[in-house]
């Protein structure tokens, strides 16, 4: 049976069942078969680093230079 993972933001249930079903629904006419396992991991922006500096670090950064003006 095909896995299917994914990992990202947090999503609130009703995404959640959205992607899963449009994930689901592609790899049933792809493999042509009925099973499908989705596996969603979710990272929350204080678990997730680009560049040397936090996701959530980056975002308040980001929101501050937008409040400003910049």
């Given at each position: 049976?095909?896995?299917?993972?994914?990992?990202?933001?947090?999503?609130?249930l009703?995404?959640?069942?959205?992607?899963?079903?449009?994930?689901?629904?592609?790899?049933?006419?792809?493999?042509?078969?009925?099973?499908?396992?989705?596996?969603?991991?979710?990272?929350?922006?204080?678990?997730?680093?680009?560049?040397?500096q936090?996701?959530?670090?980056?975002?308040?950064?980001?929101?501050?230079?937008?409040?400003?003006?910049?």
């Open positions: 049976m095909p896995t299917i993972m994914v990992e990202g933001p947090p999503l609130d009703e995404r959640k069942r959205r992607l899963v079903k449009g994930l689901t629904e592609v790899a049933v006419e792809v493999y042509g078969i009925e099973h499908i396992t989705v596996l969603i991991r979710e990272n929350p922006p204080e678990n997730v680093g680009i560049s040397g936090l996701l959530v670090d980056r975002r308040k950064a980001g929101q501050a230079a937008a409040s400003k003006g910049e």
